[in-house]
């Protein structure tokens, strides 16, 4: 009986800092950052392909991006650990333009791409291969290093 009561509690516990940790962060939800550059689609293997600027606008879109590796970076723009990769995706976004489509959608903005992507946290990171398949998936922040090995990996030049 005793483990019993510990169990729950620990359970209760967890519960409550997941809460704790989701209104510390949906705090500034409400202040995303638009993408200021409005320059038109590009053409990618007789696809219109949006700019890399809507692509991390945070807005939900059509990925992965047909006839590229594409990199979905799923957060949120009040999230901690997702404005550290911030500057890692608006940076990977200019160096892949035409290369390799690098997304971002704020899940607390748009709160059914989260379902949509099966994310249980925040960031997620999916990557998909050319041919539109799903070939890794990571969890939490990850640094630029790693993110260029694996589109590198999946064929991005």
């Not at 809460?19 to 638009?34: H, P």
């Not at 879109?61 to 979905?72: A, E, H, I, K, Y």
């Amino acid at each position: 009986m005793t483990m019993r009561i510990r169990r729950t509690v620990a359970g209760l516990v967890a519960l409550v800092l997941v809460g704790v940790l989701m209104t510390a962060c949906s705090s500034g939800a409400s202040d995303t950052k638009g993408a200021s550059d409005t320059k038109g689609a590009s053409e990618t293997k007789g696809a219109a392909v949006p700019s890399a600027s809507e692509l991390i606008s945070g807005a939900p879109q059509s990925v992965p991006v047909p006839g590229m590796v594409t990199m979905v970076d799923i957060g949120a723009h009040a999230c901690v650990p997702c404005r550290m990769m911030t500057p890692i995706i608006e940076e990977l976004s200019r160096e892949y333009d035409g290369r390799a489509a690098i997304v971002f959608i704020d899940v607390w903005v748009n709160q059914g791409e989260a379902r949509r992507y099966g994310v249980r946290a925040i960031p997620t990171q999916i990557f998909y291969d050319a041919n539109g398949e799903e070939r890794y998936r990571h969890e939490g922040f990850l640094d630029k290093d790693a993110i260029v090995r694996k589109l590198t990996e999946l064929g991005a030049r």
